[in-house]
């Protein structure tokens, strides 16, 4: 960790899982307080310009990012419970130039939640039960963006950052996928400007778990979950979504 | 049509879209068995990609001594700005031979020329010789991957179409049959033409040499028998020395189909005595291309196809949605830098999943190109209406408290409103997928009750 010795966090909740996933983000800070951590959410905190910037309006996003710089370049480390918005953040966010050295500070010292508990906080695994089948999304932007796993495409050593901290859970099965890293199909405003593969792709990547007996699709991003959880419902599969950190929250002692 | 348009259309016929879905998934699957054999993969990548990006950043100084050393080779060298001159100068030799019949094994960049169309209209008959692209060519499709013109078609339909163009017994689609009965009909085409024409994989500027790949062995059969050779290459499809050629042979056939290597690699030199080799160095925008730093490594491309097969997209709507000469993850990258308007679909055609650049062979970034193509593209379309409703985003997400407002408004829209409006056919989102059910708070409601540090 840094020279702090007990650094300060700073909570990104994203929109969206502000407004329809709160218990995610109660698990989240819930998870980084059990784990010794000193975790401040900005009450001033918005969205990161994803959304504008991946439909091509990158420059409107100016003021978004900007807000975001000010609400969050205080903080020794910035965690959140989306590899997506993470990614967009670090990489995508377009230059503030008068805001450089926060821009800078921000870019370099933000996580996602597993890659921070794994790479910052040190720690192998999570201790508990959680007596389950399970099936891994492994999101595109954690994963082939932010690197949170080896992926299926590159001959580079196996590794997951994630399920390395639930591979210790009592009773948990993790069911090994056909396709094991293809994308959901959410995709952001492809999810409405893409529709019909959108929702095909949703429906693939649902079967590929289901036909293998998963009780739970464990992911880390609820963008993708709330893709594949709002066709689930549609078509009444018997199948559960959960992000992790609700897992590793739940399970932690 | 735009391509969702046409990607709504290929999903209507479910069982057909699964099928073209998991065929390409298969050569996929190929891709990563054989890649994993080779330890030293992402190392060939890395230098493959070194290895390109050196020889675009000298292309000017590459492509003289291409000329030179091929001229010296007695290879007879031209220079194409476009399209256009380039069917030009193949119109012309044609017409010096008096030849009214060619055969031509696959070459993607006669496609984005249009030369069978503007030889046909002088009365040649053009033979595509790969076996894929001659059942197209009996369709009058163009082909629908770069690598497998033919994806697209299943054994019964290859069986219908040359039951009715070579007249195989009808139904019967064994693959042997229908290959035999190519192989036939070929093999009189090739005795007959007095040019062949080919693409080029990759020209050697040390040697003024170039190489052909192909699995059926089609371009050395039109070369040999043919008096006139014509070999067409954009200018990007340059390596600097002979010992680079291992480091790319090694990767364009895993990446492309699994196999370790193509069945025929034919390295073309000098004419045989007696005949002509002419060698036709094409732009068309390539220039344009290599000037736009955020997209010039697209021209690193060595058209192995792999980004197709990997895509979730182009697997799932089939090359034809793409309305280009090059389709897929490549072809969104390239199309819109030669019609933005045209192509302006192509690069939300994307989940920016990123797939494509790790498959990548010559580790194009083609997912972040897409990106930076949407910057683009809604830049120059100016302000419609999607860039109002995000310019009003972005007023939303500077002030917390017309977040927070919009947030609670449209929580407690969603809930009051009858599902016949949530879910009505115009809304896309409620077409195929439910909405999340709605918490009573958020979370920063939540926060203030449950923490008092602020």
Same mark, same amino acid.
Request: proline share 4%.
């Given at each position: 960790?840094?020279?702090?010795?007990?650094?300060?966090?700073?909570?990104?909740?994203?929109?969206?899982?502000?407004?329809?996933?709160?218990?995610?983000?109660?698990?989240?800070?819930?998870?980084?307080?059990?784990?010794?951590?000193?975790?401040?959410?900005?009450?001033?905190?918005?969205?990161?310009?994803?959304?504008?910037?991946?439909?091509?309006?990158?420059?409107?996003?100016?003021?978004?990012?900007?807000?975001?710089?000010?609400?969050?370049?205080?903080?020794?480390?910035?965690?959140?419970?989306?590899?997506?918005?993470?990614?967009?953040?670090?990489?995508?966010?377009?230059?503030?130039?008068?805001?450089?050295?926060?821009?800078?500070?921000?870019?370099?010292?933000?996580?996602?939640?597993?890659?921070?508990?794994?790479?910052?906080?040190?720690?192998?695994?999570?201790?508990?039960?959680?007596?389950?089948?399970?099936?891994?999304?492994?999101?595109?932007?954690?994963?082939?963006?932010?690197?949170?796993?080896?992926?299926?495409?590159?001959?580079?050593?196996?590794?997951?950052?994630?399920?390395?901290?639930?591979?210790?859970?009592?009773?948990?099965?993790?069911?090994?996928?056909?396709?094991?890293?293809?994308?959901?199909?959410?995709?952001?405003?492809?999810?409405?400007?893409?529709?019909?593969?959108?929702?095909?792709?949703?429906?693939?990547?649902?079967?590929?778990?289901?036909?293998?007996?998963?009780?739970?699709?464990?992911?880390?991003?609820?963008?993708?979950?709330?893709?594949?959880?709002?066709?689930?419902?549609?078509?009444?599969?018997?199948?559960?979504?959960?992000?992790?950190?609700?897992?590793?929250?739940?399970?932690?002692? | 049509?735009?391509?969702?348009?046409?990607?709504?259309?290929?999903?209507?016929?479910?069982?057909?879209?699964?099928?073209?879905?998991?065929?390409?998934?298969?050569?996929?699957?190929?891709?990563?068995?054989?890649?994993?054999?080779?330890?030293?993969?992402?190392? $060939? /990548? &890395?230098?493959?990609? +070194?290895? @390109?990006?050196?020889?675009?950043?000298?292309?000017?100084?590459?492509? !003289?001594?291409? =000329?030179?050393?091929?001229?010296?080779?007695?290879?007879?060298?031209?220079?194409?700005?476009?399209?256009?001159?380039?069917?030009?100068?193949?119109?012309?030799?044609?017409?010096?031979?008096?030849?009214?019949?060619?055969?031509?094994?696959?070459?993607i960049l006669t496609e984005e020329c249009h030369l069978n169309p503007f030889l046909e209209e002088r009365g040649i008959e053009v033979v595509d010789t790969d076996l894929g692209e001659r059942i197209i060519q009996f369709l009058k499709q163009p082909p629908s991957h770069i690598v497998m013109p033919a994806i697209h078609l299943k054994?019964?339909?290859?069986?219908?179409?040359?039951?009715?163009?070579?007249?195989?017994?009808?139904?019967?689609?064994?693959?042997?049959?229908?290959?035999?009965?190519?192989?036939?009909? $070929? /093999? &009189?085409?090739?005795? +007959?033409? @007095?040019?062949?024409?080919?693409?080029?994989?990759?020209?050697?500027? !040390?040697?003024? =040499?170039?190489?052909?790949?192909?699995?059926?062995?089609?371009?050395?059969?039109?070369?040999?028998?043919?008096?006139?050779?014509?070999?067409?290459?954009?200018?990007?499809?340059?390596?600097?020395?002979?010992?680079?050629?291992?480091?790319?042979?090694?990767?364009?056939?895993?990446?492309?189909?699994?196999?370790?290597?193509?069945?025929?690699?034919?390295?073309?030199?000098?004419?045989?005595?007696?005949?002509?080799?002419?060698?036709?160095?094409?732009?068309?925008?390539?220039?344009?291309?290599?000037?736009?730093?955020?997209?010039?490594?697209?021209?690193?491309?060595?058209?192995?196809?792999?980004?197709?097969?990997?895509?979730?997209?182009?697997?799932?709507?089939?090359?034809?949605?793409?309305?280009?000469?090059?389709?897929?993850?490549?072809?969104?990258?390239?199309?819109?830098?030669?019609?933005?308007?045209?192509?302006?679909?192509?690069?939300?055609?994307?989940?920016?999943?990123?797939?494509?650049?790790?498959?990548?062979?010559?580790?194009?970034?083609?997912?972040?190109?897409?990106?930076?193509?949407?910057?683009?593209?809604?830049?120059?379309?100016?302000?419609?209406?999607?860039?109002?409703?995000?310019?009003?985003?972005?007023?939303?997400?500077?002030?917390?408290?017309?977040?927070?407002?919009?947030?609670?408004?449209?929580?407690?829209?969603?809930?009051?409103?009858?599902?016949?409006?949530?879910?009505?056919?115009?809304?896309?989102?409620?077409?195929?997928?439910?909405?999340?059910?709605?918490?009573?708070?958020?979370?920063?409601?939540?926060?203030?009750?449950?923490?008092?540090?602020?």
């Amino acid at each position: 960790m840094k020279n702090n010795p007990r650094p300060h966090i700073g909570l990104f909740i994203p929109c969206y899982i502000d407004q329809f996933y709160p218990n995610v983000a109660i698990a989240t800070l819930e998870l980084l307080e059990k784990l010794g951590c000193k975790v401040t959410y900005p009450l001033g905190q918005t969205c990161c310009g994803q959304p504008m910037s991946n439909a091509g309006f990158e420059s409107d996003s100016e003021g978004t990012t900007s807000k975001f710089i000010s609400d969050f370049a205080h903080f020794d480390y910035i965690v959140a419970p989306s590899g997506s918005c993470v990614l967009h953040v670090k990489k995508h966010s377009p230059k503030v130039e008068k805001l450089k050295k926060n821009q800078e500070h921000v870019q370099s010292n933000i996580y996602e939640l597993s890659e921070f508990i794994t790479d910052v906080l040190k720690i192998d695994s999570i201790k508990g039960s959680f007596p389950h089948k399970i099936g891994f999304h492994a999101s595109c932007h954690g994963l082939r963006g932010l690197r949170l796993a080896s992926d299926s495409e590159l001959n580079e050593p196996k590794f997951n950052k994630t399920l390395q901290l639930m591979k210790d859970l009592e009773g948990m099965e993790i069911v090994e996928l056909t396709r094991k890293d293809e994308c959901c199909g959410f995709g952001g405003t492809f999810a409405v400007t893409e529709e019909a593969i959108s929702v095909q792709m949703g429906k693939d990547r649902i079967a590929d778990h289901v036909d293998k007996g998963v009780e739970i699709i464990v992911g880390g991003d609820m963008s993708c979950i709330m893709h594949m959880q709002g066709i689930a419902t549609r078509d009444k599969d018997n199948v559960q979504l959960m992000h992790f950190a609700e897992i590793l929250n739940r399970v932690i002692s | 049509m735009s391509h969702p348009q046409n990607a709504t259309v290929f999903l209507k016929d479910k069982a057909r879209a699964k099928w073209h879905d998991d065929t390409l998934w298969i050569v996929r699957e190929k891709r990563d068995a054989t890649i994993h054999l080779i330890p030293e993969w992402e190392q $060939l /990548r &890395e230098l493959a990609s +070194q290895i @390109k990006d050196h020889t675009l950043s000298k292309l000017d100084y590459y492509l !003289e001594e291409l =000329e030179k050393n091929a001229t010296a080779n007695g290879i007879k060298v031209h220079w194409a700005e476009n399209a256009e001159e380039h069917n030009q100068i193949i119109g012309k030799i044609l017409e010096e031979k008096k030849c009214k019949a060619i055969v031509k094994s696959k070459s993607i960049l006669t496609e984005e020329c249009h030369l069978n169309p503007f030889l046909e209209e002088r009365g040649i008959e053009v033979v595509d010789t790969d076996l894929g692209e001659r059942i197209i060519q009996f369709l009058k499709q163009p082909p629908s991957h770069i690598v497998m013109p033919a994806i697209h078609l299943k054994k019964s339909d290859i069986s219908d179409i040359f039951h009715e163009k070579l007249h195989t017994e009808k139904g019967n689609v064994d693959p042997v049959y229908l290959t035999h009965a190519a192989r036939q009909h $070929l /093999r &009189e085409k090739f005795l +007959q033409a @007095k040019v062949a024409i080919t693409g080029v994989n990759f020209a050697i500027a !040390e040697t003024g =040499e170039f190489v052909v790949c192909t699995n059926e062995g089609n371009a050395d059969m039109g070369v040999h028998l043919a008096d006139t050779h014509i070999a067409c290459m954009g200018i990007e499809k340059l390596i600097p020395r002979r010992k680079d050629l291992g480091v790319f042979l090694r990767l364009l056939a895993r990446s492309a189909t699994g196999q370790s290597i193509t069945n025929y690699n034919s390295h073309f030199r000098s004419p045989s005595p007696g005949k002509e080799l002419h060698l036709i160095l094409v732009n068309n925008g390539r220039t344009k291309q290599l000037a736009r730093e955020k997209f010039r490594n697209s021209l690193k491309c060595i058209r192995c196809g792999a980004c197709m097969n990997t895509c979730p997209i182009y697997r799932r709507s089939g090359g034809f949605s793409y309305g280009s000469t090059v389709p897929g993850p490549i072809g969104s990258i390239l199309s819109p830098g030669i019609d933005l308007k045209k192509y302006s679909t192509l690069p939300f055609a994307s989940t920016l999943c990123g797939s494509c650049t790790d498959v990548c062979p010559v580790k194009i970034n083609i997912h972040e190109q897409l990106y930076e193509w949407r910057q683009e593209i809604t830049k120059a379309q100016g302000s419609s209406l999607k860039g109002l409703s995000m310019k009003l985003a972005n007023g939303i997400f500077t002030s917390p408290l017309a977040y927070k407002i919009s947030g609670k408004m449209m929580r407690a829209s969603l809930k009051t409103l009858p599902n016949s409006v949530i879910y009505n056919p115009l809304n896309a989102w409620g077409k195929g997928r439910n909405l999340p059910e709605l918490p009573t708070e958020s979370f920063k409601d939540w926060y203030k009750k449950n923490r008092n540090e602020q």
